[in-house]
């Protein structure tokens, strides 16, 4: 069958290395939506185990047009679609009509009952600028979620925009990483579930729409270790919290240390330093150099950046990633030595 995953803008190539890794398929990408082919156990199996999507769904159809709103109800009456459904969608760019427009068409075209209090199925529509996406999704519910996230930062991060910057890291089996500005924890924890192998999901697998998730439940051991800093309590005491919930509370290195200490205190050198930061960027690299291993790479994502790249280091990527509306600006730099 025909599958599609919805994420949001940068993240699209690691959404497609995660169905290879995952499933060993190969995707199409587009700007926020990757389609690939799948059976429906493995279309459920992606949805659980994947960290960078949104929403998985199977795919029902597809049109593009400019005249999106025109053409939909040719589209809607040719699927074959439950009795009884929800709906739901997301609408992104300029359009002379709104999601409502778009439920209200689809209701009045489509041969189904919809029920807002039943929601064994949900049909959702994608529609991306002059592209328009119908499938029914597979969880039923917001894959960028996270259930652990219950202390959140007045700054935090989603969990795919996180863990892909875990992945721009190039973060192993055999990785120190280490998140100095930690916040509430989601590069940590995210980046300690993905050496674990534990599905981001694990603990609301029950909420899912398809049954039967522990199936593909795995474990891995692993050598990785993962340190979170931060020389603010509240924020460390929010990290402890949420690595507890998410069962990653042991796999988790905290340390309540201003970074200008942290290269005395480590008890190891780190290959990769992933973290955002609301100092420049050149300020944390001078830092990073004197707890780093040759080669180590910094993925920083910034809100600050004053063009100085510290002797030692030399910028190898340049990213733009989006969370919601909001566009961030992403830097990876390789220790030179």
Known sequence: MKALSLTNKGIEPFVVQEIKELLGRDAESHHRVVLFEASEEEVCKFAYQARSVSRVLRLLGSLESPNLLEELPSLVRSLSLPKECTIDGIRVGSHAFNSQDVK?????????????????????????????????????????????????????????????????????????????????????????????????????????????????DR???????????SSQFSHLSAAKKNAKIADMHKSIHFRKYAIDDLDILLDTKVTTIVTSVKKTVGALLHR??????????????????????????????????????????????EKST
């Not at 209701?107 to 592209?131: G, P, R, T």
């Not at 579930?193 to 534990?198: C, D, K, P, R, V």
């Not at 474990?219 to 800093?229: E, G």
Request: include cysteine.
């Open 288 to 333: 990073a150099d004197a707890m780093t291993v040759s080669k180590a790479l910094v993925v920083v994502l910034y809100q600050q950046y004053e063009g100085e790249v510290p002797k030692g280091f030399h910028e190898l990527r340049r990213l733009t990633m989006s969370m919601g509306k909001q566009d961030f600006s992403v830097l990876v730099f």
């Open 104 to 216: 209200a068409c689809i209701q009045e075209h489509a041969n189904v009952s919809f029920s807002y209090s039943s929601y064994k199925n949900m049909l959702f529509f994608v529609i991306i600028d002059e592209a328009c996406y119908l499938g029914l999704d597979v969880a039923g519910r917001d894959l960028s979620k996270r259930d652990y996230k219950i202390f959140p930062s007045s700054f935090s991060l989603k969990g795919p925009l996180a863990y892909s910057l875990v992945r721009l890291a190039s973060f192993g089996q055999q990785s120190v990483m280490l998140d100095p500005f930690c916040r509430d924890g989601t590069i940590a924890i995210e980046a300690a579930l993905f050496a674990s192998g534990q599905s981001p999901h694990y603990f609301c697998k029950r909420k899912f729409l398809c049954d039967a998730l522990d199936r593909f």
């Open 219 to 229: 474990s891995i051991t692993t050598d990785a270790k993962v340190f979170a800093s």
